[in-house]
């Protein structure tokens, strides 16, 4: 067992292969994950389970992660919080994407440094030169302090977990809004919303819709949206370089999000005259909780802007998650608070804001 003793706290690496030593850690992480949803918004149901976090743990070619958990030498088996990083192996190979998560009630100063103190080290031994964690954040009571990042769209409550993150030396770079759309209030709204986008689309688009694995044919020019859609859409502050997409990584995605458990839902815009792909939009169903989906990815390619694109491929895939879908009754999203043209869209359709993230950043 890989263990590093920080004060009177224990950091516990969880290892990469499958066994009943990971089986323990992967659900203890579930588990306090799903008490600081809880804490955060009220859902547990935005926590990762054990057997998703086992399917991460495993890595794959184009990803590897670490993650290591807190506990103290006097209680060793109580998980008191978890940090996961997330290390690109194709692109990107400088960065490291951080998960956190810590038991409500604990001090998360003190845990979240014994955590850091253990991980920097071998981030800095990988060669991994920026991190970048995501955090979760209800709405704040009146009178909480706020932070604002830097690009001064949106702000964040002054909790624990940002100051952790500030006395670390990360800076807020970008905020996004947390929202929730209700499926049965919004699938009868949508299918008008999808016949106006289509009118002012025009017969120079059609939409494409697909549930699980991409079809064959449209792998290649998928992988052309799947790379855009790392540097296309706002980033803020945040440090990235496009992402390196094939038809193979598109089918391994494709494969991975059923391995963890998810069906997806997809639709796509296809450019008539050139036949490309110019939009995409992905939602995810749990399979393990079937209410409850993501909007993951939307994008439309920068060429192709103005025809009401982000809005056919949304409401399209809405309405087609009903029919192959029936059981998801809420659908969850995240969009940077400066992207105004998406967040309009999703009004349109009815998410309300629930809640916010913060993408945080540090250069190492």
Do not use: C
Request: aromatic share 4%.
């Amino acid at each position: 067992m890989d263990q590093t003793q920080v004060g009177e706290l224990l950091v516990t690496r969880v290892p990469n292969d499958p066994g009943p030593e990971q089986s323990v850690l992967t659900e203890a992480i579930a588990g306090v994950g799903s008490r600081a949803m809880t804490a955060a918004y009220g859902d547990a149901s935005l926590a990762d389970s054990g057997s998703t976090w086992a399917v991460a743990m495993a890595g794959s070619p184009y990803r590897r992660r670490i993650a290591l958990v807190a506990s103290t030498v006097a209680e060793p088996d109580r998980v008191l919080g978890f940090l996961s990083a997330g290390l690109p192996l194709t692109d990107n190979v400088g960065l490291a994407e951080l998960e956190l998560g810590f038991d409500p009630g604990v001090d998360v100063g003190r845990v979240g440094q014994a955590l850091w103190t253990v991980l920097r080290p071998q981030l800095e031994a990988d060669g991994r030169t920026t991190v970048q964690p995501w955090t979760a954040h209800g709405q704040a009571a009146q009178g909480t302090p706020r932070l604002r990042p830097a690009t001064g769209a949106g702000e964040l409550p002054a909790d624990a977990v940002s100051t952790l993150l500030t006395d670390l030396g990360f800076a807020l770079e970008q905020v996004e809004r947390y929202s929730v759309l209700d499926v049965a209030d919004a699938t009868g709204p949508a299918t008008g919303l999808t016949e106006q986008a289509a009118q002012a689309a025009g017969p120079a688009y059609r939409p494409l819709t697909w549930a699980g694995v991409t079809p064959p044919e449209l792998r290649d020019r998928m992988a052309v949206l799947r790379s855009r859609m790392s540097v296309d859409v706002p980033l803020g502050g945040l440090d990235g370089e496009m992402e390196v997409w094939d038809a193979e990584r598109v089918r391994h995605a494709d494969e991975r999000m059923a391995e963890v458990g998810r069906l997806q839902v997809v639709t796509a815009a296809e450019h008539v005259p050139s036949g490309d792909l110019v939009a995409y939009t992905l939602l995810s169903q749990r399979l393990d909780l079937p209410a409850v989906a993501f909007q993951d990815d939307t994008l439309v390619h920068g060429d192709h802007r103005g025809h009401r694109l982000g809005m056919l491929v949304k409401a399209t895939n809405l309405v087609a998650l009903a029919d192959l879908a029936p059981e998801v009754e809420r659908i969850h999203t995240w969009n940077a608070d400066e992207n105004a043209h998406m967040l309009a869209i999703n009004v349109e359709l009815g998410f309300r804001t629930v809640g916010f993230e913060g993408g945080w950043q540090l250069r190492l």
